[in-house]
C-alpha cells in the first residue's frame, strides 16, 4: 500500500488511521500493565509535569518547582550543582503532541507517549519507503541510540520520523497533492523544537522542496511556524524570557564540549582542539555550500547531502546522551529503506546497518566498565565515517560507468 504515489488516497489513509489508533491502544495497555510502578520516561516526565503546570495547573513550566518535581522522581533527591537541573527547556509547541496525555495519570501518559512514538516511527518508516525490506523498521528499534530515545520519551524519536517521511516524499519522483504537502510542512514545522538535532537536515529538505517547486510545503511551512509560535505566546506570553533563561542555566551546569572538540582534545591542548574546530567550521560552512551547488545541478545524489548533513550535525553538537547518535544513524537508516540506484549490497548491509546494531550494544556494554575512556561511547560515529565514504566511491564508479 503505497499512499505517497496516489493523489487522492482517502480510502487508504482511512484503514490506515484506524489500524494505527488501534494498535495504538492495544500497545499502550500492554505498556501500561509491564510499565505501571515505573518511571521509565525520565525525559517524557519533564514534558509531563511541564504540560500539566502549563495548561492544568496555569503555572510557569519553566520554573524551579517542576523541575525539583522532576529530580525527586528520577534522582530520589534534589539536583546538585553540577548535575542536570531536569528543566523543561523547549518552546510550548513542543508540547502539542502529548498534549492529550497532561489529563491522564502518568502511568497511562507514559505507555501512551512511548506506544505513540513507537508507532509513529515504523509506521512513517514504511509509509515513505513501502518497498523497503521488512526488517528495517523493526531493526531500527533495537540499535541502542533508538531504543535509548524511545524509552526515555525523547522528542528525538518523533523529530526522526518526521525527518524520514519528509525525505521519503521530497526523494519520490511523482506528484505530490497538496494536502500531503502541507501535512509534511506542518510536521517539520514542529520538528523544530530539535534545532541542534535536525537544523541542517531542515535546510536540505526545505531547499529540496524549493528545487521541486513544491510551494504548497513551503508555504505550508511557514505559516505552521507562525502559528506554533502565535500558539506560544497565546498560552504564555512571557514564554522567551523564561526560556532563555532555562537556556543560560543549562549551559551553566552542562559543560561539555562540541563533538569535533571533545575528539581533538583527546591528542592536543584543549585551546589548540578548540582553535582546530573553529577553523573547520569555516572550512566546512564552505564545503556545504559548494556540495548544495553540486547537488543543485544533480551532481551530487539526496542521499549522499543527508549523509554529509547527519556528518556536520554531529560534529558540531555538544556531546551529550547516545540518542544524539540518531544524527549519523538517520542516513543509513535512508540507505537500508531506499530502493534507488545507489549500491546496497549484501555484505554492506551487514557490516554498516548490522554492524551499527551490535557496536551500539557493545560500546553500551563496554563504556559502563570501570576505566573506560569516554571517547569510547562516541566511536559508532568512526563506522559512519567509513560507511559513508565507501557510499561516495560507489556512487562515484557507479556514475562513470553510467556515463561510459
Not at 519522483?173 to 514545522?189: C, K, M
Request: a positive charge; hydrophobic letters at 55%; aromatic letters at 18%.
Amino acid at each position: 500500500m503505497n499512499l505517497l504515489r496516489k493523489e487522492h488516497p482517502s480510502r487508504e489513509i482511512l484503514f490506515f488511521t484506524i489500524l494505527f489508533f488501534l494498535l495504538l491502544g492495544l500497545l499502550t495497555y500492554a505498556l501500561h500493565g509491564l510499565t505501571e510502578n515505573n518511571n521509565l520516561g525520565s525525559d517524557y516526565y519533564i514534558y509531563y509535569l511541564a504540560g500539566r503546570a502549563l495548561f492544568i495547573n496555569h503555572q510557569n513550566p519553566y520554573s524551579d518547582q517542576v523541575a525539583q518535581q522532576v529530580q525527586m522522581a528520577v534522582y530520589k533527591h534534589l539536583a546538585g550543582p553540577n548535575e542536570d537541573q531536569l528543566g523543561f527547556a523547549y518552546p510550548p509547541y513542543a508540547l502539542l503532541p502529548a498534549l492529550p496525555t497532561f489529563w491522564l495519570s502518568f502511568e497511562w501518559a507514559q505507555a501512551f507517549w512511548i506506544s505513540l512514538s513507537l508507532l509513529a516511527l515504523m509506521s512513517l518508516i514504511y509509509l515513505a519507503f513501502p518497498q523497503s525490506p521488512k526488517w528495517a523498521a523493526v531493526s531500527v528499534l533495537f540499535i541502542y541510540p533508538f531504543s535509548f530515545a524511545l524509552i526515555l520519551g525523547n522528542f528525538n524519536v518523533l523529530v526522526t520520523a518526521f525527518l524520514i517521511l519528509a525525505y521519503g516524499i521530497l526523494s519520490n519522483d511523482r506528484r505530490l497533492s497538496r494536502p500531503l504537502q502541507a501535512g509534511v510542512g506542518v510536521l517539520l514545522a514542529w520538528s523544530t523544537v530539535k534545532p541542534q538535532f535536525m537544523w541542517l537536515f531542515l535546510v536540505f529538505l526545505l531547499a529540496s522542496a524549493w528545487r521541486r517547486r513544491l510551494w504548497t510545503l513551503l508555504a505550508s511551512f511557514a505559516a505552521a511556524s507562525m502559528l506554533l509560535l502565535g500558539f506560544s505566546f497565546a498560552v504564555m506570553p512571557t514564554w522567551p524570557v523564561a526560556w532563555y533563561d532555562r537556556l543560560v542555566e543549562y549551559t551553566g551546569y552542562n559543560q561539555t564540549w562540541l563533538i569535533l572538540t571533545f575528539f581533538l582534545k583527546e591528542v592536543m591542548s584543549l585551546q589548540v582542539a578548540t582553535m582546530i574546530t573553529s577553523g573547520a567550521g569555516v572550512v566546512c560552512a564552505a564545503l556545504t555550500a559548494w556540495l548544495f551547488y553540486r547537488w543543485w545541478k544533480s551532481e551530487v545524489p539526496d542521499l549522499l547531502m543527508m549523509a554529509w548533513c547527519g556528518f556536520l550535525i554531529f560534529l558540531f553538537h555538544p556531546r551529550g546522551k547516545a540518542y544524539e547518535h540518531i544524527s549519523f544513524l538517520l542516513p543509513i537508516l535512508l540507505w537500508i529503506c531506499q530502493k534507488r540506484k545507489l549500491p546496497r549490497p549484501a555484505w554492506a548491509v551487514w557490516v554498516f546497518w548490522f554492524g551499527s546494531l551490535a557496536m551500539s550494544w557493545l560500546i553500551f556494554i563496554l563504556s559502563r566498565q570501570p576505566g573506560a575512556s569516554p571517547l569510547l561511547s562516541e566511536t559508532p560515529f568512526f563506522l559512519f565515517v567509513a560507511w559513508m565514504a565507501w557510499l561516495s566511491v560507489s556512487e562515484r564508479n557507479s556514475a562513470w560507468k553510467e556515463g561510459k
